[in-house]
């Protein structure tokens, strides 16, 4: 893969290159494309898992183009991540803002072990921890949902 492909891809269609907060646009991104394809769930899985695939694929390459880990316009990580944490959430805005600032906050507070997986380095390390951090909201938002009828 060519590393302007590389670059395109990693920054989310340079969202990354947004000049302020560019995890927090591309967060709301894959907010938006969870709230596209909510109501067809193989298209949803479909596209979070081209999107995961192409994050493996480029942020370790990004890496080495920007010559520091995990730069600040790769984006896409945060896309596939808040992608998990949006699948088969209830389409409202009570739902939508907590989900969206919670798993914002696991990403950059990186509750552990979120924090451990960024360790791993190379493009594990950079998805893995919007990853788990999706994992967490939606396991929390899916709990408020069914057991405490709270969204």
């Not at 394809?37 to 942020?59: D, E, Q």
Request: net charge neutral.
């Amino acid at each position: 893969m060519n590393d302007s492909l590389v670059k395109m891809i990693s920054t989310f269609f340079y969202i990354g290159r947004w000049p302020a907060g560019p995890g927090t646009v591309a967060s709301l991104a894959g907010a938006i494309l969870a709230v596209i394809f909510h109501h067809n769930p193989l298209v949803y899985a479909l596209v979070f898992a081209v999107i995961t695939w192409a994050g493996f694929k480029t942020c370790g390459r990004m890496e080495e183009i920007e010559g520091r880990k995990d730069p600040g316009c790769i984006v896409i990580d945060e896309v596939s991540g808040i992608m998990i944490a949006f699948f088969a959430l209830p389409l409202n805005w009570a739902a939508f803002w907590t989900a969206f600032f919670l798993f914002r906050a696991f990403d950059m507070f990186k509750i552990y072990p979120v924090g451990k997986f960024e360790e791993m380095g190379g493009a594990k390390g950079v998805m893995m921890d919007d990853i788990v951090a999706g994992i967490y909201t939606f396991v929390i938002m899916q709990t408020a949902v069914k057991l405490a009828g709270m969204i």
